[in-house]
C-alpha cells in the first residue's frame, strides 16, 4: 500500500485530504501541521510520497521539501499550493519535489496526481511546463553561456504542455511514441534540478562555504 | 488601493504653508527662541539699570527697555503657543527691533555710541534674526542680521573691528540655523512618512496573515468541494474560487503598483483564470508599463470571449506567457470546433473584423502582431507577439 504523508497548516485542510485519501485506500502514515514536524517524523514513518503545503509557518515549504530530499534522494513530493504562487511552485520544483496541485483540484484529480507521483512519474500540469520554460528562458537571457539548454524538440513539447495538449496528443502530432514524449518532459525537469545543485554547489563556494 | 500617508505638508521647494499653529520639532525651536529672548531681555534690562546715570538721556533708555520688555513678553507669548511664525509678526518684530536699536543715538553720549558702550539692544537684537531664520530658511536669517547690522552701524555712525565681528557672527548665526531648521523639518518630515508606511505595512501583513489562514482556506475548501458537487453547489464553489483568486490578488498586489505606473504582466493574466481558462506564467514577474499591461490584458479577454462564442460552451482554453530575449509571448489556444483556414481572411475581406480584428488593433497599438491558426475540429491558436527592449 502506498504510504502517503500530508503537511499542512490548516487542520480543516489536513483532515479533508486525510479522509480523501484514506477512502482511496492511500495509508496516511502522518498528517502534520508544520515542515519541522514532517523534518522529524519522515524517517520514521517512510512515506512514499509526501502532499506538502507550499505556504508553511516556520520553515517554508520549499525549505522543507529540499530536506526532505537531501535526506531521502528516493521520496517523491508533490507540492500542494494555491493560485499565483507559481514564483514558489518553481523553487520547489528545482529543490527536487515532483510536481504540483492546485488546491482547487478536484478530488479525481488529487487521487490521480499521487497516483502518478507514487508510480515515479512527474505531474506535468500546463502551469509546470510554463514555469520550466520561463526558468529555461530567464537561464538562456541571463547567463552569457548557459549551463541548462533545452533542444529544439524539448521547448516544442513543453510549449505544447503549456497549452493543455495531452502527452498522447503530442505524440500523435509529432508522430513519436507516448513513452517518448514522457522522456523528454523528465529531461527537462532533471536538467532543471541538476542545474540548479550546479548553482547552489557554485555560490557555495563562492561565499566560502565549501572546498572546491 | 493606492496608500495614503497622513497629511503632511508639501516637501520641497513649493511655496511655504503656514499652518495655523507651528507643532513638533518646529515649536520646540520657537520655545528655544523664547528663551533666548527672554535671557537676553534679562542682559539688556540689567545693563540699563547698571549704567542708568551714564546715559546722555536715562529717560529714553528706560523707554526703550520698557518697550523690549513688551515686545519680549508678546513675541514669547506668541512662541510658546506656536503662533508666532507669521512672515507679517517676524516683520514688525524685526523693524520694532530696528526702532530700539536706533534709540541708541539719543540715550547714549557720542562717546557711548562710538564704540564704548553696546547698543541699548546689543545681544537682544538677535532675536529677529533666528525667528526670520525659523519662517524662511538661510536667506531670510542672512537679509535680517544685514539690517540689524546696518541699524548698529548707523549708531556707531561707521563700523569699528568690534562692530564687523559681532555682525558677521549674526550674519552667520542667520545663515547656519536657517539651513538646520530646514533640515531638521525636512528630516521630521521624512521620519513621520517613513513611520506612517511602516504602520501601513504592518497593519497590511497583519490583516493579511490573518485573512489567509482563515477567510481563503475556507473560500478554498468551498471551491473545491464545489468542483465534486453538480447544480448550485457548484455554482457556489465557483464563486468562491473566484472570490479567492480576487482576494489573493488583492493581496498579492504592491500599494506602490499603481503609482509607479508599472504592472507585472504575470499577475495581471493570473487575474484571468477561471474553471475553464488554465493560465501558466513563468515563475519571474514580468513588470511592464500598466498601459501595456491593460491593453495586452483586454486583448486576451477579447480572445477569451471569442472562444466561448466560436469554440463552443464546453471548449476549455489555456493561456501561455513567455519572456524570450527580445520580445512577449502570449498563446491563446482552446480545444473547441476550430474554423476552416481562411475563414477570418474572408471576414477581414468582407470587413467583418469582429474580435479578431479589435485584438489585431490592440496589438498593433503597442508595436505587436497577432497571429490566428485554426483547422475544423482541431481548435484555435492565437498568439499574441509584441517586441520589448532587449536587457
Same mark, same amino acid.
Given at each position: ?212 | ?22 507643532? *513638533? ?165 521624512? +521620519? ?90 513563468? *515563475? ?35 493561456? +501561455? ?29 468582407? *470587413? ?14 503597442? *508595436? ?24
Amino acid at each position: 500500500m502506498t504510504r502517503v504523508m500530508i503537511v499542512d497548516d490548516h487542520p480543516i485542510w489536513r483532515s479533508a485530504l486525510e479522509r480523501e485519501l484514506d477512502a482511496a485506500g492511500y495509508d496516511v502514515v502522518g498528517a502534520l501541521g508544520d515542515g519541522e514536524s514532517a523534518l522529524r517524523v519522515a524517517p520514521a514513518a517512510r512515506p512514499d510520497v509526501v502532499l506538502m503545503d507550499l505556504q508553511l509557518p516556520g520553515l517554508s515549504g520549499v525549505d522543507a521539501a529540499a530536506a526532505l530530499v537531501e535526506s531521502d534522494p528516493s521520496v517523491r513530493i508533490l507540492m500542494f499550493s494555491a493560485s499565483g504562487e507559481d514564483a514558489d511552485v518553481l523553487a520547489a520544483v528545482k529543490v527536487g519535489a515532483r510536481g504540483y496541485l492546485v488546491k482547487s483540484a478536484r478530488t479525481s484529480e488529487l487521487l490521480e496526481a499521487v497516483a502518478r507521483t507514487a508510480a515515479g512519474e512527474a505531474t506535468f500540469s500546463p502551469g509546470l511546463a510554463a514555469l520550466v520554460l520561463g526558468e529555461y528562458r530567464r537561464i538562456g537571457r541571463d547567463e552569457p553561456s548557459p549551463t541548462a539548454m533545452l533542444t529544439d524538440r524539448e521547448i516544442e513539447i513543453l510549449r505544447m504542455v503549456s497549452t493543455g495538449l495531452a502527452a498522447r496528443q503530442i505524440a500523435e502530432r509529432l508522430v513519436v511514441s507516448h513513452r517518448t514524449v514522457q522522456n523528454h518532459i523528465q529531461n527537462t525537469l532533471r536538467k532543471l534540478q541538476l542545474h540548479n545543485r550546479v548553482e547552489l554547489t557554485r555560490w557555495a563556494i563562492d561565499q566560502g562555504l565549501a572546498e572546491e | 488601493m493606492p496608500f495614503q500617508g497622513p497629511d503632511l505638508p508639501p516637501v520641497g521647494r513649493g511655496p511655504t504653508v503656514h499652518p495655523v499653529r507651528v507643532s *513638533g520639532v518646529l515649536l520646540s525651536l520657537w520655545r528655544a527662541a523664547a528663551l533666548f529672548r527672554a535671557i537676553t531681555l534679562a542682559v539688556c534690562v540689567f545693563l540699563i539699570v547698571r549704567w542708568h546715570d551714564l546715559y546722555a538721556h536715562p529717560g529714553v533708555a528706560y523707554s526703550t527697555g520698557a518697550a523690549m520688555v513688551a515686545v519680549t513678553a508678546v513675541i514669547c507669548w506668541l512662541a510658546v503657543t506656536g503662533r508666532a511664525h507669521r512672515p507679517a509678526i517676524v516683520g514688525a518684530d524685526a523693524a520694532v527691533t530696528i526702532l530700539l536699536t536706533l534709540a541708541s543715538i539719543p540715550a547714549q553720549t557720542a562717546y557711548q555710541r562710538h564704540g564704548h558702550m553696546p547698543t541699548l539692544t546689543t545681544i537682544w537684537a538677535a532675536g529677529p534674526v533666528i525667528e526670520a531664520a525659523f519662517v524662511g530658511a538661510w536667506l531670510a536669517g542672512v537679509l535680517v542680521a544685514g539690517v540689524q547690522l546696518g541699524a548698529a552701524v548707523v549708531v556707531r555712525a561707521g563700523y569699528d573691528g568690534g562692530t564687523l565681528t559681532s555682525g558677521t557672527l549674526l550674519v552667520v548665526t542667520g545663515g547656519v540655523v536657517g539651513y538646520l531648521t530646514t533640515l531638521i523639518v525636512r528630516v521630521e518630515r521624512d +521620519l513621520a512618512a517613513a513611520a506612517a508606511t511602516q504602520a501601513a505595512v504592518a497593519e497590511r501583513e497583519r490583516l493579511t496573515r490573518s485573512i489567509h489562514d482563515g477567510v481563503l482556506q475556507v473560500l478554498g475548501l468551498v471551491h473545491r468541494a464545489g468542483r465534486d458537487a453538480s447544480g448550485s453547489w457548484a455554482e457556489l464553489g465557483a464563486e468562491a474560487g473566484e472570490q479567492e483568486a480576487a482576494l489573493r490578488a488583492l493581496l498579492r498586489s504592491r500599494p506602490d503598483s499603481a503609482q509607479s505606473g508599472r504592472l507585472d504582466l504575470a499577475d495581471a493574466l493570473i487575474a484571468l483564470r477561471q474553471d475553464r481558462v488554465t493560465v501558466s506564467v513563468p *515563475g519571474e514577474s514580468i513588470v511592464v508599463d500598466a498601459v501595456t499591461a491593460q491593453e495586452l490584458s483586454a486583448a486576451i479577454r477579447e480572445a477569451l470571449t471569442n472562444v466561448v462564442r466560436h469554440a463552443g460552451p464546453d471548449a476549455s482554453v489555456w493561456v +501561455l506567457l513567455e519572456r524570450l530575449d527580445d520580445r512577449l509571448c502570449v498563446t491563446v489556444r482552446d480545444d473547441g470546433a476550430g474554423m476552416v483556414p481562411g475563414r477570418l481572411d474572408a471576414a477581414e475581406r468582407e *470587413g467583418r473584423l469582429g474580435v479578431a480584428g479589435s485584438i489585431r488593433g490592440r496589438l498593433a497599438a503597442l *508595436g505587436g502582431t497577432v497571429t490566428i491558426t485554426s483547422a475544423p475540429g482541431a481548435g484555435t491558436v492565437v498568439e499574441l507577439v509584441l517586441p520589448v527592449d532587449a536587457r
